[in-house]
């Protein structure tokens, strides 16, 4: 069955700290995808990268890195030196193959305040 | 490059009335998705469109909901007849393709049923 969780709820923290958001998804195919989204308060959720299956290579873009373990099952999101603006609430999603397309299901969010 | 246009963005209705939301996703991409978003909750698909043909609707209520996208480009969601548990923000997403890529968000409508 296809399922994403995000067990942290709400994560605040002081302008300038690292901070981790965990993501752990179930899912019996091979083949499928891992995003992070991010909402700000006004409501828009912005797409901000995709993951393959078969690609467990960490990536970093600039502040933003993320670790991609499939032995855990793991797609965690670090922010680094984190700012006021990266409050938001911070989605992690999978996407598996049905018939037709593509379905993509979405954790439950974990909301990140950056206090300064 | 326009993004995906939603109208409109906050609406109130008395339950059992009906609600219609619009959405133009942007131009040339041909999935478009409506999710249903509650309050403290992750989106949540209710239906998907591939140019005007439905791929995925297993989840949307079809005794209340009702969506097309008539020629393949504009979509419409409307509602009939709410209920409270229907107070949730609606958002349109469009992709380039029936693939696993990156959705584009509209900014959402706001729903509250009272």
């Known amino acids: 069955a296809q399922k994403v969780t995000q067990a942290q709820t709400e994560i605040s923290v002081v302008e300038k700290e690292d901070v981790t958001l965990d993501c752990v998804y179930e899912?019996?195919?091979?083949?499928?995808?891992l995003f992070w989204y991010k909402q700000p308060p006004s409501g828009e959720l912005v797409f901000l990268i995709r993951r393959n299956s078969f690609d467990e290579q960490n990536e970093i873009s600039g502040r933003y890195s993320w670790n991609f373990q499939k032995s855990t099952s793991s797609f965690n999101f670090t922010i680094t030196a984190s700012q006021v603006v990266d409050s938001a609430v911070y989605f992690c999603a999978l996407s598996e193959a049905q018939t037709g397309g593509f379905k993509t299901i979405f954790g439950a969010g974990t909301r990140l305040f950056v206090k300064a | 490059e326009a993004g995906v246009a939603q109208s409109p963005r906050y609406k109130i209705i008395e339950k059992r009335q009906s609600v219609a939301f619009w959405c133009n996703p942007i131009s040339g991409h041909a999935t478009l998705y409506w999710y249903q978003q509650i309050l403290g909750q992750g989106p949540k698909l209710l239906i998907q469109f591939q140019n005007n043909g439905v791929v995925d609707d297993s989840q949307l209520p079809k005794d209340r909901f009702s969506a097309e996208r008539l020629k393949g480009v504009d979509s419409t969601l409307k509602i009939q007849p709410a209920k409270l548990e229907d107070s949730a923000v609606y958002l349109c997403?469009?992709?380039?393709?029936?693939?696993?890529?990156?959705?584009?968000f509209g900014s959402g409508t706001r729903l509250t049923v009272v």
């Open positions: 899912t019996r195919d091979t083949t499928y995808y």
């Open positions: 997403a469009s992709s380039l393709a029936r693939g696993a890529y990156g959705y584009t």
